[in-house]
């Protein structure tokens, strides 16, 4: 009888903790649009050949660039970044930013550019020195800084600020919250100044200047789409929806250069989570579960290349065991296409163009 009334208490207090308990998260009401389905986002395996890179040196490359000559740039969850040879030889290490480097680019007047999602957004020089850019923006710190990209004809860069309110290790805590805590961001070289662009994005993710630099693509992960601002024209200053309605949550996007966007997928929606977005109430519950009992991602590798209006060209997945994934960065050079993640242990690498991939 002891044990049960024991028992007994312990039930209401668990239940009492879940309904009463102060939240970290003021949840926000959306309802997100139907799942898409059809041949666009049909699963395949394409990515199933894939080779890997670099095994080894380190956990989650995150964002990885590719220089003219062929170099590849990531950074790593222990705060280094490494340039390797193409094929993944020659690890070299080029600094510690003391962080976590997420985003790689390349500066408009050399050096490598990190957005790093404790540190801000910084610069290392050609011998390894760093230079901290920018850290806030109207006054308000930076709290997960995570991709970054340059003008190819200017002195700025534009990078992203995910979330004001939740750093790199409270990702569902942002995502469960849906309050569009997330900023696009500019730092021009010649003033040194930091500007905001755009705020009140959902988890403000991967940044693509596009062909002339006559926009910006900002992906807003939480909200499944991305989003163009524009820098040119009679629209520039405003923005509106390059994709809208992903079938999963879109991580770092770049520009192939000539007309392609290569989005990475980092999983799979859920139906889970997409019914409790429109439910603050059953988020704040679920914000106070131990972080096991949330809900998480699918391990799914999925990339996806988008032509300049936005539509899918190509779908390459992958969902297999052993599958490379989670995605969080596509980048294409020559004839291939290298792979970025936030906790795989290499480079992934998949010759391209391949035959009968799904378009």
Not at 39 to 48: G, V
Not at 127 to 134: E, M, P, Y
Not at 310 to 317: E, I
Not at 335 to 353: E, H, M, N
Request: glycine letters at 12%; charged letters at 20%.
């Amino acid at each position: 009888m002891r044990l049960l009334g024991f028992l007994a208490l312990v039930l209401i207090a668990m239940v009492a903790y879940l309904l009463l308990w102060p939240a970290r998260i003021a949840p926000q009401a959306w309802t997100p649009s139907v799942l898409p389905s059809g041949p666009t986002y049909a699963y395949n395996e394409a990515l199933k050949p894939m080779q890997r890179l670099a095994g080894g040196v380190g956990r989650g490359p995150e964002g990885i660039a590719i220089d003219a000559a062929g170099r590849i740039y990531a950074g790593y969850d222990d705060g280094r970044v490494m340039m390797f040879n193409r094929d993944g030889s020659g690890g070299l290490e080029l600094a510690n930013t003391g962080g976590r480097p997420l985003g790689i680019g390349f500066g408009p007047r050399g050096g490598v550019l990190v957005a790093d999602a404790v540190k801000g957004l910084l610069q290392i020089s050609a011998k390894g020195n760093q230079h901290i850019l920018s850290t806030e923006s109207d006054g308000v710190p930076f709290r997960f800084v995570d991709d970054v990209d340059a003008q190819r004809n200017g002195h700025k860069v534009f990078f992203s600020d995910a979330s004001s309110r939740f750093g790199v290790h409270e990702v569902m805590d942002d995502v469960l919250e849906h309050g569009a805590n997330g900023r696009l961001l500019q730092y021009d070289f010649d003033t040194g100044q930091t500007t905001t662009l755009l705020k009140d994005l959902y988890f403000a993710n991967g940044v693509a200047v596009g062909p002339d630099d006559a926009y910006v693509l900002v992906n807003e992960t939480s909200a499944y789409r991305v989003r163009r601002y524009w820098l040119k024209g009679d629209k520039a200053g405003t923005s509106d929806i390059f994709i809208d309605n992903l079938p999963g949550f879109p991580d770092n996007i770049n520009f192939d250069g000539h007309d392609r966007f290569w989005l990475a997928i980092y999983a799979p929606r859920t139906a889970m989570l997409d019914e409790l977005l429109p439910r603050p109430a059953l988020r704040k519950i679920v914000s106070r579960l131990p972080k096991a009992l949330q809900p998480g991602p699918v391990m799914h590798g999925w990339a996806l290349a988008l032509d300049l209006d936005g539509k899918v060209v190509a779908n390459l997945q992958d969902a297999s065991d052993g599958a490379y994934a989670p995605i969080t960065s596509v980048e294409a050079f020559g004839d291939a296409l290298y792979f970025g993640s936030l906790t795989a242990t290499a480079i992934g690498r998949l010759g391209w163009p391949l035959a009968d991939v799904p378009r």
